[in-house]
């Protein structure tokens, strides 16, 4: 789903204003044109050369201006929601990216196939790949993108660091040259002072990144940058910064033209991150003033000169306490975080960028770029922020979201009935709501997260409700180092849910039960039978029921009394309680209505693989019903010791060897997936008795990796 904002007339290029020499435009057709003396650009048709939400956002905006769009997919991909959006869609290969969406002959081949005229990338795969944005060149081809040359010079991030030191763009202290031998950038990082910060030169999303906090540790992180960085972009060179303590991660749209023209569409404060990656992005950034703003759009612009810069395009800086602000990176694409900057300026940015691709002037003047209003954006991920954010995988039982409008727009490639695949990143949506100033804004955006719900996976949705209703990030005090700082706060130690959500929880199933019982002898055409009906109801005497449910890992007891008037008495431990209530529907949605000791609430009601999913005001509960024993399967975390894959992916690294002992929390291995490294430790100390994977290898969920022995049992 998606919402395009009624742009202002003013946003685009007026077919009034009179053209200039040599230059004649074409207006009221589908098709794009933009004619010079020089030749001509066209894009009837445009390759998306990408997958999931952003694919599906710009197939929207190129079927709002009359261009056809061409998907490509993998295996993986083959029922996806951009597929069936497209107008046409061709297969490159297997489920791995690099056999797939990374496969510029593949991608090429499509684009010659459909006759498209022009090739998105959207963000991540081939963005900014400048061998991809060559070839384009190469093959007549128009990429939606900047030169090549920009990309190269920015992707690499010491080379980006002295261009932008030479326009007079703000660069933070560090090394960034050409020596990459252990000895010299351990001693870099001595002379730029502890802590510091390891960055592989080339990408972005916080790949390749790490911090030494002390001389003792650095060569370990330095190890782990490099080799995530080769994994991620096949080249493993480092650059060492000095560490910011607690600073801001403020960035800057820009925008550049094939005139010559740039603009800056203000900043978006990025800072709340975990893993190195955003989770929630605003625009614009809070108690930044206009002399700072002002300063930020015209460094970004600069910085965007410097290197001829065509399209969208995003400056990076860090921002310290008395904010200033020191260049970071520059990312050469569209950002994920794009649409916080369309919603607080109108405009659609894909639009710009297909205009501008064929040969277009920037719509705006940077004095007809206006800032009004506050936005927000949460990226919904599949994911456990309670085991430090592990990624996760799986299907979409159930998606219902907020209704969207003209302030909130959801950002997804996926719908109920689809999977989260272990292949690519598992953000499932992107959240975007604006109002007229922060505060309504943030009330907006926890109103409509309390609205999206989702049952089948783990996500981060509650995480993202305690994030946006902590006090020091309703103030605006915000920085990279706010989730560690206030951990305590935002993953409270877990308590057993309240006595009365499990009486919801038991009267939802009760009347779910009911429900069925109705159902079924409608459909049977019996007339109603006490004796038959499972309502409770009885001749003359009252029914008590005993029910059994599971919070967490400890079973709860119901003592359920049936009253005559349709109500019940809950008895758990030495409390009872009066509960009623009813359910209602609304599409495929259920709704409960419940009042518990004369407490009305409602609440979204799910009940799928033997769970209860509420959905209440303040946040989601999910009740267990015990499975029976003989029904129940061998816990994979049952294995004779050892340690298993936390998720399906590859084996990077192997530590350990048969026969090694190893203590507890020692690495075992290294793993790949989600786009993420991960490292196995020892569960506890013992012996390799077995290791059952090789490096390259690929291990699925919850299989074992290494069989693992207590000293004591491998001495006998």
Same mark, same amino acid.
């Given at each position: 789903m998606?919402?395009?904002?009624?742009?202002?007339?003013a946003?685009?290029?007026?077919?009034?204003?009179?053209?200039?020499?040599?230059?004649?435009?074409?207006?009221?057709?589908?098709? !794009?044109?933009?004619? +010079? *003396?020089?030749?001509s650009?066209r894009?009837?048709?445009?390759? &998306?050369?990408?997958?999931?939400?952003?694919?599906?956002?710009?197939?929207r905006?190129?079927?709002?201006?009359?261009?056809?769009?061409?998907?490509?997919?993998?295996?993986?991909?083959?029922?996806?929601?951009? $597929?069936?959006?497209?107008?046409?869609?061709?297969?490159?290969?297997?489920?791995?990216?690099?056999?797939?969406?990374?496969?510029?002959?593949?991608?090429?081949?499509v684009?010659?196939?459909?006759?498209?005229?022009?090739?998105?990338?959207?963000?991540?795969?081939?963005?900014?790949?400048?061998?991809?944005?060559?070839?384009?060149?190469?093959?007549?081809?128009?990429?939606?993108?900047?030169? +090549?040359?920009?990309?190269?010079?920015?992707?690499?991030?010491?080379?980006?660091?002295?261009?932008?030191?030479?326009?007079?763009?703000?660069?933070?202290?560090?090394?960034?040259?050409?020596?990459?031998?252990?000895?010299?950038?351990?001693?870099?990082?001595?002379?730029?002072?502890?802590?510091?910060? &390891?960055?592989?030169?080339?990408?972005?999303?916080?790949?390749?990144?790490?911090?030494?906090?002390?001389?003792?540790?650095?060569?370990?992180?330095?190890?782990?940058?490099?080799?995530?960085?080769?994994?991620?972009?096949?080249?493993?060179?480092?650059?060492?910064?000095?560490?910011?303590?607690?600073?801001?991660?403020? %960035? $800057?749209?820009v925008?550049?033209?094939?005139?010559?023209?740039?603009?800056?569409?203000?900043?978006?404060?990025?800072?709340?991150?975990?893993?190195?990656?955003?989770?929630?992005?605003?625009?614009?950034?809070?108690?930044?003033?206009?002399?700072?703003?002002?300063?930020?759009?015209?460094?970004?612009?600069?910085a965007?000169?410097?290197?001829?810069y065509?399209?969208?395009?995003?400056?990076?800086?860090?921002?310290?306490?008395?904010?200033?602000?020191?260049?970071?990176?520059m990312?050469?694409?569209l950002?994920?975080?794009?649409?916080?900057?369309? !919603?607080?300026?109108?405009?659609?940015?894909?639009?710009?960028?297909?205009?501008?691709?064929?040969?277009?002037?920037?719509?705006?003047?940077?004095? %007809?770029?206006?800032?009004?209003?506050?936005?927000?954006?949460?990226?919904?991920?599949?994911?456990?922020?309670?085991?430090?954010?592990?990624?996760?995988?799986g299907?979409?039982?159930?998606?219902?979201?907020?209704?969207?409008?003209?302030?909130?727009?959801?950002?997804?490639g996926?719908?109920?009935?689809?999977?989260?695949?272990?292949?690519?990143?598992?953000?499932?949506?992107?959240?975007?709501?604006?109002?007229?100033?922060?505060?309504?804004?943030?009330?907006?955006?926890?109103?409509?997260?309390?609205?999206?719900?989702?049952?089948?996976?783990?996500?981060?949705?509650?995480?993202?409700?305690?994030? +946006?209703?902590?006090?020091?990030?309703?103030?605006?005090?915000?920085?990279?180092?706010?989730?560690?700082?206030h951990?305590?706060?935002?993953?409270?130690s877990?308590?057993?849910?309240?006595?009365?959500?499990?009486?919801?929880?038991?009267?939802?199933?009760?009347?779910?039960?009911?429900?069925?019982?109705?159902?079924?002898?409608?459909?049977?055409?019996?007339?109603?039978?006490?004796?038959?009906?499972?309502?409770?109801?009885?001749?003359?005497?009252?029914?008590?029921? =005993?029910?059994?449910?599971?919070?967490?890992?400890?079973?709860?007891?119901?003592?359920?009394?049936? =009253?005559?008037?349709?109500?019940?008495?809950?008895?758990?431990?030495?409390?009872?309680?009066?509960?009623?209530?009813?359910?209602?529907h609304?599409?495929?949605?259920?709704?409960?209505?419940s009042?518990?000791?004369?407490?009305?609430?409602?609440?979204?009601?799910?009940?799928?693989? =033997?769970?209860?999913?509420?959905?209440?005001?303040?946040?989601?509960?999910?009740?267990?019903?015990?499975?029976?024993?003989?029904?129940?399967g061998?816990?994979?975390?049952? *294995?004779?010791?050892?340690?298993?894959?936390?998720?399906?992916?590859?084996?990077?690294?192997?530590?350990v060897?048969v026969?090694?002992?190893?203590?507890a929390?020692d690495?075992?291995?290294?793993?790949?997936?989600?786009? !993420?490294?991960?490292?196995?430790?020892?569960?506890?100390?013992?012996?390799?008795?077995?290791?059952?994977?090789?490096?390259?290898?690929?291990?699925?969920?919850?299989?074992?990796?290494?069989?693992?022995?207590d000293?004591?049992?491998?001495?006998?």
């Amino acid at each position: 789903m998606y919402v395009v904002l009624n742009v202002d007339p003013a946003c685009r290029a007026s077919p009034s204003s009179p053209p200039e020499t040599g230059r004649k435009w074409i207006w009221g057709q589908k098709i !794009m044109r933009y004619a +010079s *003396t020089t030749g001509s650009h066209r894009i009837e048709k445009v390759l &998306i050369a990408n997958r999931g939400e952003i694919a599906c956002r710009v197939i929207r905006t190129a079927r709002k201006m009359g261009v056809k769009s061409i998907a490509v997919y993998s295996d993986a991909d083959k029922n996806s929601m951009h $597929v069936a959006m497209a107008d046409e869609a061709y297969f490159i290969g297997p489920a791995a990216s690099q056999q797939s969406y990374l496969s510029m002959e593949k991608i090429m081949q499509v684009a010659k196939k459909s006759a498209a005229q022009a090739i998105h990338p959207g963000y991540g795969f081939l963005s900014e790949n400048t061998e991809f944005a060559e070839l384009c060149k190469q093959e007549g081809i128009i990429f939606i993108g900047p030169p +090549s040359s920009a990309i190269r010079d920015m992707g690499i991030k010491s080379t980006s660091k002295a261009i932008m030191s030479a326009a007079g763009v703000p660069v933070i202290e560090g090394y960034h040259g050409e020596d990459q031998s252990d000895e010299c950038l351990k001693e870099h990082a001595k002379k730029t002072g502890y802590p510091v910060m &390891i960055k592989a030169v080339r990408g972005g999303g916080g790949k390749g990144m790490r911090i030494a906090h002390s001389e003792k540790e650095f060569l370990d992180q330095l190890e782990s940058a490099r080799r995530e960085a080769r994994k991620s972009f096949n080249d493993d060179a480092m650059l060492i910064e000095k560490f910011v303590d607690n600073p801001r991660h403020v %960035e $800057v749209q820009v925008f550049g033209d094939q005139h010559g023209n740039a603009v800056y569409l203000f900043e978006r404060d990025c800072s709340v991150q975990r893993r190195h990656q955003k989770i929630i992005e605003e625009a614009p950034g809070p108690g930044i003033g206009p002399e700072v703003r002002k300063k930020l759009g015209e460094a970004a612009v600069r910085a965007a000169k410097a290197v001829k810069y065509v399209g969208a395009g995003t400056v990076e800086f860090i921002m310290d306490s008395q904010h200033n602000f020191y260049f970071m990176e520059m990312n050469t694409r569209l950002q994920v975080e794009h649409p916080v900057t369309e !919603m607080i300026t109108g405009t659609d940015l894909v639009e710009w960028q297909l205009r501008v691709a064929a040969g277009e002037k920037i719509p705006l003047a940077q004095e %007809e770029i206006s800032l009004r209003g506050h936005a927000f954006e949460a990226r919904i991920y599949a994911e456990d922020p309670s085991n430090n954010f592990m990624p996760g995988a799986g299907p979409l039982l159930h998606l219902s979201t907020p209704p969207p409008d003209s302030f909130t727009r959801i950002e997804t490639g996926v719908r109920q009935g689809d999977e989260v695949s272990v292949y690519y990143d598992p953000m499932i949506a992107k959240l975007v709501v604006w109002a007229e100033d922060r505060q309504a804004a943030l009330r907006k955006l926890r109103y409509s997260l309390h609205q999206y719900n989702i049952v089948g996976l783990s996500t981060n949705i509650d995480f993202l409700l305690s994030l +946006s209703g902590h006090s020091q990030f309703e103030a605006g005090n915000v920085h990279t180092n706010f989730i560690p700082q206030h951990h305590d706060e935002l993953f409270p130690s877990r308590k057993a849910t309240h006595n009365e959500v499990l009486c919801q929880a038991a009267l939802g199933l009760i009347l779910k039960e009911k429900m069925m019982t109705d159902v079924f002898r409608d459909q049977s055409n019996d007339k109603f039978s006490p004796f038959a009906s499972s309502s409770g109801r009885r001749l003359n005497v009252s029914f008590t029921r =005993n029910m059994t449910l599971l919070d967490g890992e400890n079973n709860v007891d119901i003592t359920v009394n049936y =009253n005559h008037d349709g109500s019940y008495n809950m008895q758990i431990g030495e409390k009872t309680f009066l509960v009623s209530g009813d359910i209602s529907h609304k599409g495929d949605l259920t709704y409960l209505r419940s009042s518990v000791n004369g407490i009305v609430c409602k609440s979204k009601l799910v009940i799928l693989d =033997n769970r209860i999913h509420l959905f209440l005001p303040g946040g989601s509960a999910q009740i267990g019903l015990p499975v029976p024993k003989y029904l129940s399967g061998v816990s994979a975390a049952g *294995t004779q010791g050892g340690a298993i894959a936390p998720m399906t992916g590859t084996i990077e690294k192997v530590f350990v060897k048969v026969g090694d002992k190893v203590e507890a929390g020692d690495p075992l291995m290294v793993m790949i997936a989600m786009k !993420m490294e991960h490292i196995i430790r020892a569960p506890k100390a013992g012996i390799i008795k077995k290791v059952n994977y090789q490096e390259g290898s690929q291990a699925n969920r919850h299989a074992p990796l290494v069989e693992l022995v207590d000293e004591e049992t491998e001495s006998k």
